[in-house]
């Protein structure tokens, strides 16, 4: 799914990065534009087909996991997703990158509509994308996939419906329409979008052009038209290399696993050989009378929609999340990125987890340094650091301070006798042989070390 990790992810740094709503909104909008452009082309039926994959109905209990590694920050961009419900067919994700300052989650229901010699495939849900030190939220839909040429003609895909990006705590609404080609229409009205960027019912800007292609944006207040989004092949080139878990650490509900060799048409009939044991557990819980519960995720009835179990409750403020106060505290999926403690995130069977530094010794109280004197038990006299109970700890205490002292300061004139003598005769000091360049040291060393003493 385009909306959920493999876009370009250096406009969701730059977003998080702009003081400017207005910019950081554009940033979005260029990020989520980003994930359209790409087109596969495989073999489908004996025939080419446009941007048509073979689709495969997901199991309940399905599992997809990957990353992303970012070279730029040297951090990882985190994708799982799982089939949390078959009837009806409902997918629920969730993308993390703390060290980049964002997160992504949302679930999606598929529908689809027959027409004949066409099929749209539609995407009812939303996509949270989140800046996690700014604690704001963009809600994401997401258009729907028109499929022409079922039964004659070319097969084609294309991209229709209307979408939003609303954040609530800024005001900024962006409106776009993904427009299907006429009946009548020619090669340029294929692909063709338009959209509007408002704030508080203000109109800013206006969008037009094609979504695999270029991108114009419209100011309305400077009058000036400028390229918004060309997908050129130097960004293509930036695209980033996905990385799946490896094969032998793939669980069972793993999706990657059934078509390892690339062969689909194997992998179709041992998917047909899944679904007949989905139907009798189904059939095994109904007559039990047991629910199905996702393993990854858990459905929000705050924010109506299914959110990522090992979400960091503690990264939300508590009057947005009251229901999720103690579903995984030890997790740290949705906490603003630390970079004195947080050292690397990773992935382990679903579960986001972060490397932390061990700063207990550092986070440790320090001693008051106005405290009096404290006598124990045994009489022992505590460390103390301020001027004036230092001084009265030494009349007390420290009886071998005042010899210790003098010693100290004879040894110190007597190695500063030495300099001041190779200060007249500067060759003098690489030049002296090693028994005087020994005493100096020596007078060095003896002076530290009676000063170490009188503070034992």
């Not at 207005?22 to 596969?40: A, T």
């Not at 199905?292 to 990522?308: A, S, V």
């Not at 490397?355 to 001693?367: D, F, G, H, I, Q």
């Amino acid at each position: 799914m385009s909306v959920c990790g493999c876009r370009c992810n250096s406009f969701v740094l730059r977003a998080a990065a702009e003081d400017d709503p207005y910019s950081r909104m554009k940033q979005v909008l260029k990020w989520y534009l980003s994930g359209f452009y790409k087109k596969p082309k495989v073999e489908c039926s004996g025939r080419t087909a446009k941007g048509i994959k073979k689709p495969y109905n997901s199991i309940l209990g399905e599992k997809f996991r990957c990353c992303w590694f970012h070279p730029q920050t040297n951090s990882h961009t985190f994708y799982i997703a799982e089939q949390v419900s078959h009837h009806p067919p409902v997918s629920a994700f969730h993308v993390s990158n703390r060290k980049d300052g964002f997160c992504i989650t949302g679930s999606i229901l598929a529908r689809s509509r027959f027409y004949g010699n066409s099929l749209s495939a539609i995407l009812d849900g939303n996509a949270r994308l989140t800046f996690l030190t700014r604690e704001e939220d963009y809600i994401i839909t997401m258009p729907y996939a028109h499929c022409k040429g079922l039964l004659y003609g070319t097969m084609t895909m294309e991209l229709g419906g209307k979408v939003t990006i609303e954040c609530e705590k800024t005001g900024y609404v962006t409106e776009l329409e993904f427009k299907l080609k006429p009946f009548f229409g020619g090669s340029d009205t294929l692909n063709q979008i338009s959209g509007k960027i408002k704030v508080a019912g203000e109109l800013l800007a206006s969008l037009d052009g094609h979504w695999d292609r270029e991108v114009y944006l419209n100011d309305v207040q400077g009058g000036d038209r400028d390229i918004f989004w060309n997908p050129t092949s130097d960004i293509r080139r930036q695209r980033l290399k996905r990385h799946i878990v490896l094969f032998e650490e793939q669980t069972e509900m793993e999706s990657e696993s059934a078509i390892h060799d690339g062969n689909q048409n194997q992998a179709t009939d041992e998917k047909y050989i899944i679904e007949d044991a989905q139907r009798k557990s189904a059939k095994e819980r109904k007559d039990k009378d047991e629910e199905w519960m996702p393993q990854l995720f858990i459905y929000d009835d705050f924010q109506k929609e299914w959110r990522y179990k090992h979400e960091d409750p503690r990264g939300y403020p508590s009057s947005r999340r009251p229901d999720l106060c103690n579903i995984c505290p030890c997790s740290c999926s949705m906490r603003p990125w630390n970079p004195l403690t947080d050292i690397a995130q990773y992935e382990k069977d679903g579960m986001l987890q972060t490397v932390k530094r061990n700063l207990t010794s550092m986070l440790a109280p320090r001693t008051n340094l106005a405290h009096k004197i404290d006598y124990k038990k045994n009489n022992t006299l505590q460390r103390i650091v301020t001027p004036s109970s230092w001084l009265k700890t030494i009349k007390t205490n420290h009886i071998l301070f005042i010899p210790t002292l003098l010693l100290s300061c004879i040894s110190f004139s007597y190695a500063h006798t030495h300099f001041i003598l190779d200060d007249n005769q500067p060759t003098v000091f690489s030049t002296k042989p090693p028994r005087t360049t020994f005493q100096l040291f020596t007078t060095i060393f003896l002076h530290c070390f009676t000063i170490c003493i009188s503070f034992l």
